[in-house]
């Protein structure tokens, strides 16, 4: 079992910034993916962003490249989403995900979900 823990959400102004932390603990596997997704109310879990948690590669959605960055600390099983000149349309849940897999941005594919923290961007 892999236990995710998201952190960092919270109410911000448009253009601002927020850092959210995804700690995972339990079976952790150098190898899986670990990926941030959103849902906003009355619309479908959305990939925002993934990251090889071995090999560093990154994959970022289109709209959100140039505005949100995912990072990895090996050290601290940690992933990271820096999320900076928000909007209003990035209010969501976003959950921190987990798995052994190269379809990167699939719900289906991940294994282990955290229970998402609330992101607020008020105009």
């Known amino acids: 079992q892999v236990q995710l823990v998201e952190s960092g959400g919270g109410l911000v102004q448009t253009g601002g910034s927020l850092r959210l932390s995804c700690a995972a603990s339990?079976?952790?596997?150098?190898?899986?993916?670990m990926a941030w997704f959103r849902q906003a109310p009355g619309k479908e879990r959305e990939f925002v962003a993934a990251?090889?948690?071995?090999?560093?590669?990154?994959y970022v959605a289109d709209s959100m490249k140039g505005r949100f960055t995912i990072s990895r600390d090996n050290a601290k099983n940690t992933v990271y989403l820096q999320m900076n000149s928000l909007k209003p349309e990035d209010t969501a849940v976003y959950y921190c995900?987990?798995?052994?897999?190269?379809?990167?941005?699939?719900?289906?594919?991940?294994?282990?979900w955290g229970q998402g923290t609330q992101v607020t961007v008020s105009s």
């Open positions: 995900a987990a798995g052994n897999t190269g379809t990167y941005s699939v719900p289906t594919r991940y294994d282990y």
């Open positions: 339990g079976r952790t596997y150098r190898t899986w993916t």
């Open positions: 990251v090889a948690w071995s090999g560093g590669s990154i």
